[in-house]
Nanobody
């Protein structure tokens, strides 16, 4: 089993920044991908950004140039630096750890006010 603990959500004004963190623990594999997904009210969960254990990143078009994903493999932690936030970024952000299975965090709420 893998446990994921997210932190860093909150309320921010449009144009502001937030940094999310997600620490993984438990039965971890050296080869994996970690990432962030989000779900806005009434919408399906969507990919925000992912990063492999080798450092390969992938971003949703809607966040390219504004969000940066990074990870610390020693701490088994993934980060999401979110800049130039927009009201449409408002959602619950979920951390994901992917190996042979998908593991999810409980989510952290990000609210961007206009």
């Amino acid at each position: 089993q893998v446990q994921l603990v997210e932190s860093g959500g909150g309320l921010v004004q449009a144009g502001g920044s937030l940094r999310l963190s997600c620490a993984a623990s438990g039965s971890l594999f050296s080869i994996n991908a970690m990432g962030w997904y989000r779900q806005a009210p009434g919408k399906q969960r969507e990919l925000v950004a992912t990063i492999t254990s080798g450092g390969i990143t992938n971003y949703a078009d809607s966040v390219k140039g504004r969000f940066v994903i990074s990870r610390d493999n020693v701490k088994n932690t993934v980060y999401l630096q979110m800049n130039s936030l927009k009201p449409e970024d408002t959602a619950v952000y979920y951390c994901n750890y992917k190996t042979r299975m998908d593991y999810w965090g409980k989510g952290t709420l990000v609210t961007v006010s206009s």
